[in-house]
């Protein structure tokens, strides 16, 4: 069986659709999704109802939950002040979200399960149990396996770090998607993962990047610029 695994696409329309042309070549028996599906980009609706007609199995990633529970935010802002400044550009840009998506599409979200699992395949957004925090990509295999081993599961996905990679451990194998928009890693195109039996493979797609640029730029979303600079850049990089 030759599964799918598509996770973090903020919004991005184009790069949204250049994998699903390219899920036409891989021909996947099923495709899941892994969540934060709508914030960050200027096509939040169109996705939700893009996967929603595809009728995808998934589960809800954090910048999903925040919209409807801003406590986890907080707390991370009173655990790490220095993140307030950050965390506040963040929850800025919450109603702009919600406004876009409207209710329906909301408690749809809110209706997304933590885990998924399809036969020896698990997927989560981040953690097991926690769509805020993950193992980052140069995790030690013994953390690897204390997060994710009770899972007793032979193939673990997660997305969240937005930095695809593949890890092979004692009879498990963890793996991240990367993401299909915003990508942390250097490389700017969309990611996504396939499993086809034993074999667990990160595949990358190129998009028109400046296109989708644009079209944040002129939506009136506050993070614009900032989400532009990680767009184009293809890595992390810090407000100005």
């Not at 954090?62 to 409807?68: A, F, G, I, P, V």
Request: overall charge negative; glycine content about 8%; charged content about 25%.
């Amino acid at each position: 069986m030759r599964v799918a695994i598509v996770s973090d696409v903020h919004g991005n329309r184009r790069a949204f659709d250049a994998v699903v042309n390219d899920l036409h070549q891989v021909s996947p028996d099923l495709v899941l999704h892994g969540g934060d599906l709508g914030y960050g980009g200027a096509h939040s609706a169109e996705i939700i109802d893009a996967i929603r007609a595809y009728r995808w199995p998934g589960v809800r990633g954090n910048t999903d939950e925040m919209l409807w529970d801003q406590q986890p935010l907080v707390d991370l802002a009173n655990r790490q002040p220095k993140l307030k400044p950050l965390l506040d550009r963040i929850q800025a840009a919450i109603p702009i979200t919600c406004d876009w998506i409207g209710e329906e599409r909301l408690s749809w979200l809110r209706g997304l399960p933590l885990r998924h699992s399809e036969g020896d395949i698990t997927v989560v957004h981040a953690g097991p149990d926690d769509t805020w925090w993950s193992p980052m990509a140069n995790a030690t295999d013994e953390e690897l396996e204390r997060v994710y081993g009770p899972l007793k599961t032979r193939v673990m996905v997660y997305g969240h770090i937005h930095h695809p990679y593949v890890r092979s451990l004692a009879g498990m194998t963890v793996a991240n998607s990367g993401a299909v928009s915003l990508s942390y890693d250097g490389d700017w195109r969309a990611s996504y993962l396939v499993v086809d039996g034993e074999d667990v493979s990160i595949r990358r797609v190129e998009y028109d990047v400046e296109s989708e640029a644009k079209d944040l730029l002129s939506s009136g979303f506050p993070n614009a610029e900032w989400q532009a600079r990680i767009l184009r850049a293809g890595k992390y990089c810090p407000p100005e």
